[in-house]
């Protein structure tokens, strides 16, 4: 037989670094946190809005809540979203919520803080921050939110 005449060679792609480079890459070189969620702050004549990008999930995935004057974004994630399943292999996740905080910080004096709406469609979560009665139909005379 012609096959019995090649010896049987180590393959370059037979090594264990190679061969198991997704999961050796993985505890090598663990993906960091993704970047913060983009977000959008406009200024409208009765709210203030803030739409964050969060795609595949809505506000009641999210932790919202609004401590000592700091609007606070929390995604905890959920680690099981991508398990093996034993009829599939992943090779490559690059699309994923990761967890994540975001701090926005409010002045209380100029927004109605009882009156903040949340909801969300498409990837969008709209959180609504009603302007104080004294701005209402105005441009706020500073800036309502700073960035961190």
Same mark, same amino acid.
């Given at each position: 037989?012609?096959?019995?005449?090649?010896?049987?060679?180590?393959?370059?792609?037979?090594?264990?670094?190679?061969?198991?480079?997704?999961?050796?890459?993985?505890?090598? &070189?663990?993906?960091?946190?993704?970047?913060?969620?983009?977000?959008?702050?406009?200024?409208?004549?009765?709210?203030?809005?803030?739409?964050?990008?969060?795609?595949?999930?809505?506000?009641?995935?999210? &932790?919202?809540?609004?401590?000592?004057?700091?609007?606070?974004?929390?995604?905890?994630? &959920?680690?099981?979203?991508?398990?093996?399943?034993?009829?599939?292999?992943?090779?490559?996740?690059?699309?994923?919520?990761?967890?994540?905080?975001?701090?926005?910080?409010?002045?209380?004096?100029?927004?109605?803080?009882?009156?903040?709406?949340?909801?969300?469609?498409?990837?969008?979560?709209?959180?609504?921050?009603?302007?104080?009665?004294?701005?209402?139909?105005?441009?706020?005379?500073?800036?309502?939110?700073?960035?961190?």
């Amino acid at each position: 037989m012609i096959l019995q005449h090649f010896k049987e060679e180590k393959l370059y792609f037979d090594d264990e670094l190679v061969k198991n480079a997704w999961e050796l890459g993985k505890k090598l &070189n663990p993906l960091p946190l993704s970047p913060m969620p983009a977000l959008n702050i406009t200024e409208h004549t009765k709210a203030f809005v803030i739409e964050l990008v969060v795609p595949g999930l809505s506000h009641e995935d999210l &932790n919202i809540h609004l401590i000592d004057n700091m609007l606070v974004l929390r995604y905890e994630g &959920n680690s099981n979203a991508f398990e093996s399943v034993l009829d599939q292999r992943q090779w490559r996740q690059e699309f994923r919520m990761r967890p994540f905080i975001r701090q926005i910080p409010v002045h209380p004096e100029m927004v109605q803080v009882d009156q903040i709406n949340i909801s969300s469609e498409n990837g969008i979560i709209v959180i609504r921050l009603p302007k104080m009665p004294a701005l209402s139909g105005k441009v706020a005379p500073i800036m309502p939110f700073s960035m961190n």
